[in-house]
């Protein structure tokens, strides 16, 4: 009792949040059950029949369904390698500019993709790719190949996009962590002689390692959500072998159908294997002798 | 910090790598500047579109003289980002404020409760039903509430109180502070940085929406402005597969238009929030 | 310790257990809303009498990508002033729009008027009575259009359980037609190609023979997009090429057999034939090389752009003046001409597509409070006078003049004026609520009470409206000759869902594997893999069940 009166200004604070939670999350719970159901909107939630794990084996027993559940991991991986460190190496770049108008200028550019919608970042890159009259067709001339059709080239498309909309702004998380770094610890370490590359070595990056560890295990916690917008935006049937991710599945064979309860199905499988990647990462993190998440 | 004024080669490398991946986020946004501004003969014939020859407002001025207009949708989006942000950074850095407490009893039980949400929703249909029971529809209201926290930015918050030197609240506590005033007298003065940081990763989710406002909102007068743009620009392409057309014929230099129409005020903001992403080294400078 | 965690976690659980009840107290509204509107069905018409007064009744309509603002809009004011109605519209965009009106329906929101896709969702809406039937309205006679639209031959496989819920926005039967740079066979000596062989050797001279004289080999066939779509072969090349082959095809269509028997178009040997030539296109670089990773869209941006900018000359559209002024701006002499549909194999004409004869069409949701003043709007809509306001607007204001020539009804209209109440570069001189709102399509009209409210013979007489520019190139004749060759194939319109199968699955197969045949190097390997995955997916079932309907139904 002592304890929570010592911290009552703390589960003051607290109080908020966790009604937000509870009725913006924790309400709407009960549509899970959609996926046990053959659910149909005019019935809802309490009056669609009860299917056990239906869908669940109508899932598992689709060829495509498994292409899909592939593809979504490696191109999942293949983000988490490229997508992940490059903003950090941009923030360390930055870092090292000391002409403020140009370090300014850099980093208002590489953040406006963002802005963009995939929709249209998509019809931008389609232009450019266009063997017809884009830069491609500039420079090979009648050799100009569709590259958006190839399948050994599509998941290379998505992650250089990718990275072309996101990578700038992915690295303010980490420009700000570095200006939470004080310049007594560069100093201090100039001090010592410390060079150049000391300096990112034991300084910048050990005041960002906490940040860059918590973004690596949220990253992994999210991976296999990615990307719906773009891949649906980018796709068409040809690259369907090696681009053709789970949400897109779903999309293509559900939704148009309104087949709620087998997309539901697929989502919570989805989530499931979140959650083990995200409990192994952050696992790791302690095993290591680092704070993890929780 | 004693600044160098010599250019080594590691300067030459780290400037050129950075104006080159400039150079080519840039090329693509400024083309799709030229053919806003480009006279239709001139973008028709030429290929590329890289070298502005011809100017013309036609675009812009039908964008502006659109019936329904952007000026509204612009003055609601403001108003949204604002009202969003500004509740969504109390809540959350309340939150993550406390939940940076080790010793919290309790603790863990609530961040896992709250962990569980990242991965597990009722989906569309109950949350919808639960904003309207909650009689938000049609209001700026279903735009800032229902995603007014993300657990995501609560845990980058959380984190980094908890990085901070315990020194600090002690010394407060001697002064007679309680755990209130440290939070807004001593914690979020020097967390300028994380608060810009996830203050930005809020207001751009809210700016960048269009989702909630389709679903919640009724009215064209109280569309945001991406639901403006994006009707523009894209609303054709859905029953194209049916094999019929749409209304009409929203051309691409139109569509370029809308997309420089929506970035401009996104381009005037930043430096404000910018600002507070150089503020810590700009101080230790000074202090020396 | 431990006790101070029960206590907190106690505490949580109180506070959840509060909140979701309270939430489950306020799920119980919409049950009971619903409830009530069904209880309320009956005596509806009796109140809807009462409003007869001059009050003007309140309507909310619910209407995908809406621009037009019911209180500035004049021709949505005179709309109003003679229905004497108060319309509200909420508008939804169009890729979300499906999503939207499901939800507001289930979770019974009230509005009065929806149009809205048939599909699976509308038949659930109209089983679990979230709808109303127009039967019952039907049968006072005061709407005599809608009675006639409604229980035409064209629409009757829409009854759900002999009641029918959903009435169609009539759609001419093709929007869609086909243009032909006119100069260009001109300079190539070459004829309008009349049968799909001659059509294959104007694209080839179009691509290789230099068409525009410029001595650049800078020019190519015929365009087509279709990435995002996961049918590729129903773009409208896919269906032009289709339809040389056999009536009707495309991709979920039935199509009959020279014995008389039906079988679904995937799976017949027309379709084989008509992917074969479409491959031939594609490997001998006829058809523009981006047509797989352009979206298409109802828009006809980029490839109006390219067929204005004179890099091929074959191209198909829904606005046919956009392409003429965009070849116009770069080049003052080119001549556009309109190409009709081609000879079939058979040598019976090629028909166009049918597309149903309809498009969207409107639901009256049982939260309605005044469905009959709905019908009267509907209705209104349907009429000469009614048509004319959502075509072009009011007289003396957005048009001037009036005149009928050669079965034409000619509009000389007003620009200026009509650019205040709409965006004219978006939806030229058409006042947007023509199209899919009551009626859907553009330029025309259906004459239903000329024939004695006989709808399927309005259908294939029906008048093009058109304005004065139109009416000078040979465009007026588009609508009368594709509707001359339309043609409905066997079962359309029949919703039933074991006939209908797993939409998204089939045709998802069905797009990939003929892509993936058309672009292979051995076709009939990948063609026979395609027929084997389709039918597993399921078209056996529904080319067995279908074969057995069209039996008993025929």
């Known amino acids: 009792m002592k304890q929570i009166a010592k911290y009552k200004y703390f589960y003051f604070m607290l109080i908020p949040v966790l009604i937000w939670y509870a009725i913006f999350c924790y309400v709407p719970m009960y549509g899970v059950v959609m996926a046990f159901q053959d659910f149909t909107m005019s019935k809802g939630f309490f009056h669609s029949p009860f299917v056990g794990l239906k869908h669940f084996e109508a899932l598992f027993a689709e060829e495509d369904f498994w292409r899909a559940f592939w ?56 232009t450019f790719f266009n063997p017809e009259s884009g830069l491609i067709a500039a420079i090979f001339k009648d050799n100009a190949q569709d590259i958006l059709t190839n399948p050994e080239l599509f998941r290379h498309v998505l992650i250089s996009t990718d990275l072309w909309k996101e990578a700038g702004f992915g690295t303010v998380i980490y420009i700000a962590a570095m200006a939470g770094i004080s310049s007594e610890q560069y100093e201090a370490a100039t001090i010592d002689g410390a060079g150049r590359w000391a300096l990112v070595r034991h300084v910048t990056l050990p005041g960002i390692s906490g940040v860059i560890l918590i973004m690596f295990i949220l990253t992994i916690g999210k991976i296999l959500g990615w990307g719906f917008d773009q891949v649906y935006n980018f796709y068409n049937p040809l690259v369907y072998s090696t681009g053709d991710i789970l949400d897109t599945y779903i999309f ?16 919570i499988l989805k989530s499931l294997i979140c959650v083990v990647l995200l409990v192994g990462a952050n696992r790791m993190a302690k095993a290591m002798g680092r704070e993890g998440i929780y | 910090m004693s600044i160098q004024k010599r250019f080594s080669m590691a300067d030459i490398f780290i400037y050129l790598m950075l104006a080159v991946g400039s150079l080519l986020i840039l090329i693509p946004l400024w083309r799709i500047l030229v053919i806003s501004f480009s ?21 812009y001025k039908r964008a502006f003289g659109n019936i329904g207009g952007i000026a509204n949708a612009l003055f609601k989006t403001v108003q949204i980002t604002a009202l ?66 993300s657990t995501y930015n609560l845990i980058i918050m959380k984190n980094y109180f908890s990085s901070l030197p315990p020194s600090l609240e002690e010394a407060a506590k001697i002064d007679g502070y309680n755990d209130i005033q440290i939070l807004f007298k001593i914690i979020i003065p020097i967390s300028a940085p994380v608060f810009a940081a996830v203050s930005l990763f809020y207001g751009v989710a809210l700016w960048n929406d269009y989702f909630l406002a389709t679903l919640f909102i009724n009215s064209n007068d109280r569309f945001p402005l991406q639901v403006i743009l994006r009707q523009m620009i894209i609303q054709d392409m859905v029953t194209a597969e049916v094999g019929i057309s749409t209304t009409g014929s929203n051309m691409e230099q139109f569509k370029m238009a809308c997309i420089v129409i929506g970035m401009v005020p996104v381009l005037l903001i930043y430096p404000f929030v910018q600002k507070y992403f150089t503020k810590g080294i700009m101080l230790g400078a000074v202090k020396e | 310790m431990k006790k101070q965690k029960m206590m907190t976690m106690l505490l949580m659980s109180a506070l959840l257990a509060g909140t979701v009840l309270s939430g489950c107290a306020q799920k119980q509204e919409p049950a009971n809303g619903g409830d009530s509107s069904k209880n309320s069905n009956t005596s509806t018409p009796a109140a809807s009498n009462e409003a007869e007064s001059s009050e003007p009744v309140t309507i909310k309509w619910v209407r995908a990508a809406n621009e037009q603002d019911p209180e500035k809009d004049r021709i949505l004011l005179e709309l109003q002033k003679r229905t004497n109605t108060k319309i509200e519209i909420i508008s ?35 089983k679990n009575d979230l709808i109303y039937p127009y039967d019952e309205f039907l049968e006072s006679g005061n709407y005599p259009h809608l009675k006639a639209v409604i229980n035409a031959d064209v629409y009757k496989g829409f009854r759900i359980d002999g009641k029918a819920y959903f009435k169609p926005l009539g759609l001419a039967p093709m929007q869609w037609g086909w243009i032909i740079r006119q100069d260009w066979l001109d300079n190539l000596g070459l004829k309008m190609p009349t049968t799909i062989e001659e059509f294959y050797n104007v694209i080839k001279a179009f691509k290789e023979e230099d068409p525009d004289k410029n ?142 004869g309809f498009w969207r069409g409107t639901v009256i949701p049982k939260t309605s409070k005044n469905p009959e003043k709905v019908l009267e709007l509907i209705e209104y809509t349907h009429t000469k006078e009614g048509r004319e306001l959502t075509l072009f607007g009011i007289e003396g204001t957005h048009f001037t003049d009036v005149k009928e020539e050669n079965g034409n009804r000619i509009y000389t209209i007003n620009e200026e004026e009509m650019s205040k109440d709409w965006d004219t570069n978006k939806n030229g001189f058409l006042y947007p609520l023509s199209w899919g709102a009551m009626n859907y399509f553009e330029y025309g009209y259906i004459p239903i009470e000329e024939n004695n409210f006989n709808y399927d013979e309005a259908f294939t007489n029906l008048q093009p409206w058109i304005t004065t520019d139109m009416a000078k190139g040979s465009f007026p004749d ?48 990948d063609w026979n893999e395609l027929q084997q995955k389709w039918l597993a997916a399921g078209g056996q079932d529904i080319i067995a069940y279908g074969q057995e309907y069209y039996k008993t139904h025929q």
């Open chain 1, 71 to 126: 593809n979504t991991i490696i191109i999942a991986l293949y983000r988490l390698v490229t997508a992940f460190p490059i903003p950090i190496m941009i923030a360390l770049l930055l870092n090292e500019v000391r002409h403020l108008k140009f370090r300014k200028s850099v980093q208002t550019i590489i953040y406006l993709p963002h802005f963009i919608s995939w929709v249209i970042v998509a019809s931008i890159f389609i």
């Open chain 1, 252 to 267: 293509r064979t559900a939704l148009s159908d309104s087949k709620f309860s087998f997309a539901a199905a697929a989502g």
């Open chain 3, 478 to 525: 588009w609508f009368a000759i594709n509707s001359k060759y339309s043609i409905a194939p066997p079962l359309m319109n029949v919703f039933d869902d074991n006939l209908l199968g797993d939409q998204g699955k089939l045709r998802s197969a069905y797009g990939e594997g003929w892509l993936k045949a058309i672009m292979s190097k051995d076709f009939d390997k």
């Open chain 3, 92 to 126: 939804i965009p169009n890729d979300q729009f499906a999503n939207k009106v499901s939800l507001m329906i289930a979770s019974g929101e009230d509005f009065d008027l929806a149009t809205v896709d048939a599909g699976k969702a509308m038949i659930e809406w109209a």
């Open chain 2, 84 to 149: 969003g942000t500004a509740l969504s950074m109390i809540l959350t850095s309340l939150g993550a404020y406390a939940l940076s407490k080790s010793d919290l009893p309790g603790r863990n039980i609530i961040f896992r409760f709250l962990i569980f949400t990242m991965f597990f929703s009722g989906g569309l249909v109950p949350f919808y039903v639960l904003v309207r029971n909650l009689n938000l529809i049609d209001t700026i209201w279903a735009l800032v509430l229902p995603t007014a926290v």
């Open chain 2, 39 to 59: 006279s239709q003969e001139v973008y028709l014939t030429d290929t590329y579109n890289l070298i502005p020859k011809s100017f013309s407002l036609t675009e």
């Open chain 3, 215 to 356: 001595g650049k080999d800078d020019t190519y066939g015929i365009y087509t997009r279709a990435s995002g779509m996961s049918d590729p072969s129903i773009s409208q090349l896919g269906q032009f090429i289709n339809r040389a082959y056999v009536v009707a095809g495309r991709t979920d269509n039935w199509v009959t057999m020279p014995d008389g028997s039906i079988t679904r178009f995937e799976a017949s040997p027309y379709a084989k034939e008509s992917a074969a030539f479409f491959k031939k296109l594609v490997d001998e670089n006829l058809i523009n090389k981006d047509w797989l990773s352009l979206k298409p869209d109802g828009a006809q941006g980029p490839e109006s752009d390219d067929f204005g900018a004179g890099k091929y000359g074959i191209a198909v559209t829904s606005k046919p003046d956009l392409f003429v002024q965009k070849a116009q701006s770069v080049n003052p002499d080119a001549k556009i001409a309109y190409l009709p549909p081609l000879q079939g194999e058979n040598g019976t004409p090629a028909n166009s597509g049918h597309s149903g």
